[in-house]
């Protein structure tokens, strides 16, 4: 499909509002990791979480590589 650069502008920000959530909630994990005593419990708790938004921040990853692909290629040169 041959997206207008409006379109992959739109696409673009949808795919940040998307993934910025998920980000957030793995930069929030690494604060506490930084900060938390190895062998606490909001330390395993962290841990776990950061697990996680890892996990879902790779299909999501994967959209916004795409998404800045398009719509770079789809800007005036």
Do not use: C, W
């Not at 502008?9 to 509002?17: D, G, M, P, Q, T």
């Not at 841990?47 to 770079?72: C, H, K, N, W």
């Amino acid at each position: 499909m041959i997206m207008t650069p409006q379109r992959s502008f739109i696409s673009l920000k949808r795919h940040i509002a998307e993934y910025r959530p998920q980000l957030e909630k793995a930069i929030a994990a690494i604060q506490i990791l930084e900060a938390a005593d190895p062998n606490s419990e909001e330390f395993s708790q962290a841990l776990a979480d950061l697990q996680v938004a890892a996990t879902v921040l790779e299909p999501y990853s994967e959209g916004m590589i795409a998404s800045i692909e398009r719509f770079t290629d789809d800007r005036p040169d």
